[in-house]
C-alpha cells in the first residue's frame, strides 16, 4: 500500500521517533509503514487521519484501479 506518512511527517520536521510517538506505536512501525511493508490497521489509519487532519485516502493509496 502507497502512503503519503513519509512526506507528511518531513513537512512537520518530525522524525519516525516523533511519529511513532503520537501515534502510540514503535519507530520500527512507522518505518515499516513509510517502506510499504506493512499496511496499518483500520483503528491506525484513522489515528493517522485525525493527527495530519486529513482523510484515510488522503494519506494512504490501496493501488486498485478503479
Known sequence: MKNRLKVLRAERDWT????ANALDVSRQTVNAIEKGKFDPSLPLAFKCARLFEMRIEDIFDDEQPR
Not at 519516525?16 to 511519529?19: H, K, N, R, S
Open 16 to 19: 519516525q521517533a516523533d511519529l
